[in-house]
């Protein structure tokens, strides 16, 4: 099986943040963002890609570096959005009153 590329930790970017600049709260205010704003960016991948990019300015890192799992190597953000498109009609059978449900 393939492997999934690896960045650094959550735990361990959270630890160097807190090491440099002080509390998660703290840098999240600072940069002008909700109080949870790192906190939420680190847990949920694609929460903040302007925010992401700046984590890895403030450690010194490119965003691919850091995140590889959510960026290229050419710094575009990779897309967590589904194309959920329908293959196939749903049969008129199936519809209640022939209308979609």
């Known amino acids: ?3 999934k590329p690896c960045g650094m930790h959550v735990e ?8 440099q600049y002080g509390s ?3 840098i999240s205010q600072q940069l002008g963002l909700n109080p949870n704003g790192i906190s939420a960016t680190l847990s949920r991948p694609g929460y903040s890609v302007k925010t992401e990019r700046r984590i890895a300015q403030l450690l010194g890192m490119k965003p691919h570096e850091l ?6 190597v ?3 953000p990779i897309s967590f959005v ?3 498109k329908p293959i196939r009609r749903i049969p008129a059978s199936l519809r209640q009153n022939g209308v979609a449900a």
């Open 74 to 76: 050419d710094g575009s």
């Open 67 to 72: 995140f590889p799992d959510r960026f290229h």
């Open 1 to 3: 099986m393939a492997r």
């Open 12 to 19: 361990d970017i959270k630890a160097a943040l807190r090491q």
């Open 24 to 26: 998660l709260v703290s």
């Open 82 to 84: 589904v194309d959920r």
